[in-house]
Structures are given as C-alpha cells and as structure tokens.
C-alpha cells in the first residue's frame, strides 16, 4: 500500500513541477547559458528568460531569477554545475524579474550593477538598487570576455538595455524584444510605445551580425524577433 501510494504522490509531484518547474538551464554557447525562472502572473505561470556567462575569474550573471525564492538555489546551482562563484551581476532594467535580486546578491558579495536611470526608479519606488551604475553603453572586461550593454533607446521600459557577447554572436535582448511566439506586447503600464519601433531599429543596426537572440520571455532564441515585435507594434498602433 506504501509503495502505492508513493508513486501516486511521485506522479503528482512530477506533474506539478512539469507545470511549475522552478529553474532550467540551457548552453547557447561555450561558458554561456541561459537560464529561466518561473512566476505566476494575472494567475498563469510565466517564464523569465535570463543569461550567465562563466569566466576564469568568475560568474557573470544577466537578470536575476523572477521568483524569489530561487535566487539561493540559483546561485547553489551555478556553484555545483561549474564550480565557480558569481561575482558580478547586472540588471537589465527596472521591473522585478530583472532587477529583483539586487539586494539579495549585494549581501551575498557579488558585485551589482545598474544603470545610472534603473538606480534611480529602483530609489524612487525604495526598491533595492544596484551597488555600482554605469551608462547605457558601457563594455564589461571579466576573464577574457567582452560584455557590451546598449542603450537602444525606450520600449519595453525607458531604461530598458540590451546585452552583446561578441564571442558568441548572441544578443541578450530582456523584455525589450519580444519572443516569436508572443501574441502581443504584454505589460506596457511603462513602456514608449512611439519611440520603441525606432528603438528596435537601432539594435537591428547596432548588432547586425548577431545569430542568436534571446528574449525576456518566451522561446526562440532568433533575431527574427526583432521582426516580430515591431509587427506586433504596428498591430497595436492600428487598434482604436
């Protein structure tokens, strides 16, 4: 009767966490991974797609986990997988499946950035904020790699910024760009609508060459969505 009831709950288990897993990692490159967390948002569990890359000095993590309470296993994971700590992390923007474990990580002595306007939307709404900023268009030198963020302009947000990793020809592009299988534009309580066509523009012309893409949410690592959510943009703009 045990053993019975053991595998009914082991089927039930399975089937929730099939529905709800808590963290999955994905290689996209050599030392690059992405990584997706789980929340529940409007009552359906949503993805965030986020990115690390392991370097000989250490972990350089892009967005923190959505849920809060993966950000330990998180970092537990890391440590396990690749041995390695992580010792810098940077936030894409404001909202919290990007910059929610700022302060979780600061107190764990890894190093936190965020934009000069992150930093000051996290102190006005008394978030917690980055320990160093930087402007949009700043490269990062960590253990032989390059990280380059960009300033695209507004969208999704308007401190919205994207992430280059030249090695790779990968393009981190947030919530800023829309994965192809998104039906619309999702939350834009603060996005520019107007300018973020221009803006998606730039960054087709800023990383032409770019080979992979990943988006803050959804599958489809492709550039082509890049396409996408400006089609999905133009749609917006055509309802009354």
């Known amino acids: 009767m045990k053993s019975v009831l053991s595998a009914m709950l082991c089927l039930i288990f399975s ?15 050599p030392n690059l991974y992405k990584y997706t967390s789980y929340n529940t948002y409007k009552g359906d569990i949503v993805d965030a797609n986020a990115i690390y890359l392991v370097t000989k000095q250490g972990v350089v993590v ?11 296993p998180f970092l537990d994971s890391i440590k396990a997988k690749h041995n390695q700590k992580v010792v810098l992390a940077i936030a894409t923007h ?21 934009t000069v306007k992150t930093n000051k939307i996290l102190a006005a709404t008394n978030k917690p904020t980055a320990q160093f ?38 393009l981190y592009g947030g919530c800023f760009v829309k994965s192809i299988d998104s039906e619309d534009l999702g939350y834009i309580g603060e996005a ?36 996408h959510s400006l089609q999905l943009l133009k749609a917006a703009a055509a309802k009354p």
């Open 192 to 227: 520019n609508v107007k300018q973020w066509p221009q803006s998606l523009k730039n960054l087709q012309n800023k990383f032409p060459a770019a080979k992979i893409l990943i988006p803050g949410h959804g599958d489809g690592n492709t550039p082509k969505a890049i396409n």
């Open 133 to 170: 900023t930087f402007n949009g268009d700043t490269t990062f030198n960590v253990g032989g790699y390059k990280i380059q963020t960009f300033f695209p302009g507004e969208g999704h947000t308007k401190d919205n910024i994207v992430v280059w990793f030249d090695k790779a020809n990968l």
């Open 62 to 72: 892009i967005d923190a986990p959505w849920d809060a309470t993966q950000f330990q």
């Open 94 to 114: 404001s909202h919290d499946d990007r910059s929610g474990g700022l302060g979780f990580f600061k107190a764990k002595g890894i190093k936190t950035y965020a």
């Open 15 to 29: 089937s929730v966490f099939a529905q709800n897993p808590k963290l999955k990692i994905e290689k996209l490159a």
